[in-house]
């Protein structure tokens, strides 16, 4: 037995599912999907053999080969973290299985909105979040980004609403009170960027390949704040070669989704918290964008390489983004990431857990939804930005492509970067001295800091109440850094003049609004748990939950509070976001 990864029991000796179908019913009502899937192997099995797959809460009923014969099976030990793996008997020359099951109630990928709990408040909604390991509480498969897969798909919903797929579509039959939409994806992917929605959807072109869909409320707002997506698209295809995957759809999520975005191909899922008004927090978008790249078309194989994802991911869109906005702007990006990954190395260093501040990390016994933190994104990022200044951008640009393109639609380790870089560009790993950023803990001490003369002016100006004439042309970028930088002893006299100069408390960026709440609690400020009561019953995106709710644990005085605004929020909380906040509040303090 050989698994390559330790979140799946998928093993290497048993076949490989290289396609797979899927039928499913959507029931509001009970809360499930009813589903048929049929997984295709790579090749007949040449001897009779188990099959095992990953569920979680699955209720199987029945599995057949290709032909239709019966196959035995069984449900094997549960585990806390994997699920209850589904095991197949096969017999020689199966070309692959089909199964009958229903999802549970409260699967751990499924969210399901109540009418009142949408913007719309007159239809319910169901969305789907895969990653890292939840694809098994939809289907039995093969959950691990080691076997990706082309998928067709199929979903009979209420005939009132509308379902989208992170894949093309390609038809959609109205039958009495149901309406099955029917979907194609041909490149394969790995099963976490399984994606589907059901609600009250209107879209709207942003430009010849890409749409914005939203519930029909939100969608002027969402149309103007991503009207320049063609834009990012056209930057990134000059900095990291065509885009692969035909279209570059959004979808603006639910307040209950409980991340920033989520890079489905075709279908990039996205917060409403980016609707500032503004077009301020569209980085996010560049975000997603540079999945399309780093993630989506080269993909790490398990989450213990979880930085060949996001590491070449935030590196990829700080290019976007300098090449959109300047290098001025792209530097006050990178700052704050710099903020992020200390604050994240002080934490788990503090915790004694120093082994999750590596980039190859040791998950076996780790559920990745615990061990998910900004390390990989902003340390793998600071590696690649190392490797850069050694070789000089326009080298390191030719080996970025030279990855990309040698490792198109396949999933890699790190010792797959550590090989083709060490052929690609003999002796510069040695120069950087990647090993030690890989599987050393913290971030070496030589790490490339973002640098410009307006950080410096914002670095000054933190700690200080500021004149308006002193920080004229600010953008919300500047605004997050001055609030981080910000020491936590003002006083509730400079605070109130900061808020009533500037209106942090009204502002509509997210991240700003935020940071000012973060500031505000940790200086005892407690004129803004109003403020802070409202955001968390209204948001459920886990950046910013984490955060405020780790505030709030922190002093007797508002432990309570804590401990009240989750019950209340809850309900309407993703499960992921339900799991770590609970987790977060149990923690002794």
Sequence with gaps: MARPDPHSVTDDTQPVTRRLELDAVVDFAARRLGCTTTLHFEAPTPDAGPLDLDTR????????????????????????????????????????VRLESRTAPDASALQWLEPSQTHGGQ????????????????????DTPARRVSYRASLTVPSKLVAVMAAAPLRHEAKGERTTFHFEMPQPIPPYLLAFAVGDLASRDLSPRSRVWSEPGLLEQSAWEFAD??????????????????????LVMPPSFPYGGMENPRLTFLTPTLLAGDRSLVNVVAHELAHSWTGNL???????????????????????????????LAALHAALGRNDLDAAVTRFMAAGTPALTKLRTQLAGVDPDEAFSVVPYEKGALLLKALEVAAGREAFDRLLKSWLGTHRFGSVTTDDFLAHFSKAAPGLLERVRALEWIDGPGVPSDAPRPTSRRLEAVKALAGTVPTAEATKGWTALDWQLFLE?????????????LDERFGFSRSTNAEVHVGWLLLALQCGFDEVLPQVEAFVLRVG???YLKPLYTALQRKPATRALATKLFEQSRPRLHPIARAVIAGLLAKPR
């Design 298 to 328: 080269v993909t790490n194989l398990n989450a213990e390489h979880f930085w060949l994802n996001e590491g070449f991911t935030v590196y990829a869109e700080r290019r976007i983004l300098e090449a959109l906005e300047g290098a001025d």
């Design 229 to 250: 997506v063609e834009r990012h698209l056209t930057a990134a295809e000059a900095l990291f070669g065509p885009y692969d995957w035909e279209r570059f759809d959004l």
């Design 485 to 497: 930088w910000s020491p936590h002893t003002l006083s509730a006299r400079e605070l109130e003049t």
């Design 123 to 142: 239809r319910p909604y169901l969305f789907s979040q895969c990653q890292a390991i939840h694809a098994r509480s939809v289907l039995p498969c093969q």
């Design 541 to 543: 995106r886990m950046k």
């Design 57 to 96: 809460g699955l209720e199987v009923t029945a599995a057949t080969d290709l032909t239709g014969q019966a196959l035995r099976w069984e449900l094997l030990t549960p585990d806390a973290i994997l699920g209850t793996p589904l095991r197949l008997h096969l017999p020689k020359g199966a070309s692959g």
